[in-house]
């Protein structure tokens, strides 16, 4: 069974670096992006089998939001898991259902849950 491969798109370096590290961990292919114009640049090469989406990016707090809606418009079959420490810092609430995601999870996110949620939408 070859890996399933993991795009991380976040623009905390330490992130991703540990994201990342604790996934291969796992037994992922992970990839990453800094910015989402890069992030989708790398979906039409690597075809992930997943996508994580941080939120908020520097350039504008609610980028995530409008990159999951270009990413399902370019790749609807691709499944997105948003994470975002948005909820705790911003103390503003939303919900799965606010962005064109297949789940959210809070960062830090937790291994166990984030492995269950990746195999939960990547079953074939």
């Known amino acids: ?50 996508i994580l989406l941080d939120i908020m990016f520097p350039e504008k707090k609610t980028r995530g939001f409008e990159a999951a809606e270009e990413i399902k418009k370019l790749y ?6 948003a994470f975002s420490a948005i909820n705790r810092e911003y103390a503003f609430d939303f919900s799965k259902e606010d962005i064109k995601a297949e789940d959210f999870v809070n960062k830090p996110v937790e291994t166990d849950k984030l492995v269950e949620m990746i195999n939960k939408y990547t079953q074939k």
Not at 16 to 43: D, N, P
Not at 76 to 81: E, N, R
């Open 76 to 81: 609807p079959d691709i499944p997105i898991i």
């Open 1 to 50: 069974m070859s890996k399933k491969t993991v795009l991380i798109i976040d623009d905390d370096q330490d992130i991703i670096e540990t994201t990342g590290a604790l996934l291969e961990f796992e037994g992922f292919s992970i990839h990453s992006a800094e910015t989402v114009e890069e992030g989708i640049q790398k979906i039409g090469i690597i075809k992930p089998d997943i």
